[in-house]
């Protein structure tokens, strides 16, 4: 059992990134197995019952989607910021708007995300947050752009 545990008499309820394809997915569905409410986090739109659409690059929607989700269910127990982009270019062929992406993605959409979720995990004096990163990160590979590869070491 990956997290068999409630708090407050109540089922977790956990915001997983990315989740609409890969790990993400995976994640998303094993926790759901295990009793928790999970809200999937898109940036694309989805229709289904707990996904949310929200552009984690964008402050603002952040800020959006944490205020609804509060309302809504009154808590957030787990992070995992799953979310991630790759490109596979060649340095001294990496556009700068790509660099931004990637990072923005990568990088800038975590901390936002941890940024305003933090102060209801402290109230609440319980939460979980959990970064999934690469193995890139530490290790370079040819196959993973420069923008990638920093990104996910930023985030460890």
Partial sequence: MLLQMTFNSEKLLAIVTGSSQGIGKSIKNKLKAEGLTVIGVYRGAKDKEFDKKCDIRKEVEVKKLVKNIIKEYGK??????????????????????????????????????????LPYMKKQRFGKIVNVSSVAARNFSRTASVEYTASKYGLI
């Fill in 76 to 117: 957030i127990d787990i992070l995992i910021n799953n979310a991630g982009i790759v490109t596979t270019s060649d340095i001294s062929k990496t556009k700068l708007k790509d660099w931004n992406n990637v990072l923005s993605t990568n990088l800038t959409g975590p901390f936002l995300l941890c940024k305003h979720i």
